[in-house]
């Protein structure tokens, strides 16, 4: 057990430019979590999947971000046209079916110039 | 809409010291979760919650889930330094998805 594993850990980029995140979750966990969490702040739900099936999406998920998770394994969050507001740290998480506890990992920090 | 609020926001306490952070909502929870975060790095699950009036310890932290489930308390007794970080509370419903965060109390101890 490797733990949550996000890549990369830190992205700054340019206004406009799209970015794409990489998560890769715990092998045995069904579901996988997309948060985001600004300075001061808690994380905020954005979408979750239940393997391949994306169930549900945040208000806060505007049509420029998209998320995927093929075949049920690893999952990414790509955010096209990207805003100075969009900067924030993105975390992943993932958890078995009808657990409350997930297992975060460390987060890819995204800054937006 | 379900909020969950913390407070103290932030607190600054001499080792040694017992400190209590509260988090509270006016909606029911199926469960309750507390992490610890610190800079730069993903929450830490600590404990989960599940019934109400439910009291657990690890070492020494104390948790507690409010008899009517909506609101829970973290208690540190004898704080060391290695406490300092982001306490974070975060509340689910049936099911366990699109959990939801407080703000988090930010802590720090003081050798």
């Known amino acids: 057990d490797t733990g949550v594993s996000q890549d990369p850990r830190h992205k700054i980029t340019k206004r406009g430019q799209n970015v794409t995140f990489r998560c890769d979750p715990i092998s045995e966990h069904n579901r996988l979590y997309w948060y985001r969490q600004t300075l001061g702040q808690g994380p905020e739900f954005l979408t979750y999947?239940?393997?391949?099936?994306?169930?549900?999406k945040s208000r806060l998920l505007s049509d420029r971000f998209s998320a995927e998770r093929p075949k049920g394994s690893f999952s990414t969050l790509e955010i096209q046209r990207t805003e100075q507001g969009d900067s924030a740290m993105y975390l992943c998480a993932s958890s078995v079916r009808d657990s409350y506890g997930y297992t975060f990992g460390s987060g890819t920090r995204l800054t937006v110039v | 809409t379900q909020l969950l609020e913390q407070s103290p926001q932030f607190l600054s306490i001499q080792e040694g010291e017992n400190l209590t952070v509260y988090c509270n909502s006016s909606s029911v929870f199926s469960s309750l979760q507390w992490y610890r975060q610190e800079p730069g790095e993903g929450p830490v699950l600590l404990v989960t919650v599940v019934t109400g009036g439910e009291v657990k310890k690890l070492k020494r932290l104390t948790f507690q889930f409010g008899d009517a489930r909506k609101d829970s308390s973290l208690h540190i007794t004898a704080a060391q330094p290695g406490d300092t970080g982001l306490y974070l509370c975060?509340?689910?419903?049936?099911?366990?998805?699109?959990?939801?965060f407080g703000a988090g109390t930010r802590l720090f101890v003081k050798a």
């Open positions: 975060a509340g689910a419903n049936t099911g366990g998805f699109k959990t939801i």
């Open positions: 999947f239940q393997n391949e099936a994306q169930l549900e």
